[in-house]
Nanobody, 113 residues
Framework: VQLQASGGGLVQPGGSLRLSCAAS????????MGWSRQAPGKQRELVAT???????NYADSVKGRFAISRDNAKNTVYLQMNSLKPEDTAVYYC????????WGQGTQVTVSS
């Protein structure tokens, strides 16, 4: 499974961004998909997860602001990020779970005025 993430960038506090991550290869084997992030000097944090049937989980720090969704037909997972804060600045990584865990390349999100 290969994962290709996109959608990062620079945004002002209070703004929004939408991340996308498309899976290819043996994508039929994927169950859960999600996003994690890592800020400089901090440990990687699990941000949001979505199961194949659509159940979701979020980190407390993003609840009510971020929304994860997926399109199983396109093997793509999305992360809609609203009301962004400077502390959301990080490299965001998508992942997919089958028998193994697969990770995409990171995409930088910077929240700054």
């Amino acid at each position: 499974v290969q994962l290709q993430a996109s959608g990062g960038g620079l945004v002002q506090p209070g703004g929004s961004l939408r991340l996308s991550c498309a899976a290819s290869g043996s994508a039929f084997s994927i169950d859960a998909m999600g996003w994690s992030r890592q800020a400089p000097g901090k440990q990687r944090e699990l941000v949001a997860t979505i199961a194949r049937r659509g159940s979701t989980n979020y980190a407390d720090s993003v609840k009510g602001r971020f929304a994860i969704s997926r399109d199983n037909a396109k093997n793509t997972v999305y992360l809609q990020m609203n009301s962004l804060k400077p502390e959301d600045t990080a490299v965001y990584y998508c992942y997919a779970m089958s028998v193994y865990a697969f990770w995409g390349q990171g995409t930088q999100v910077t929240v700054s005025s």
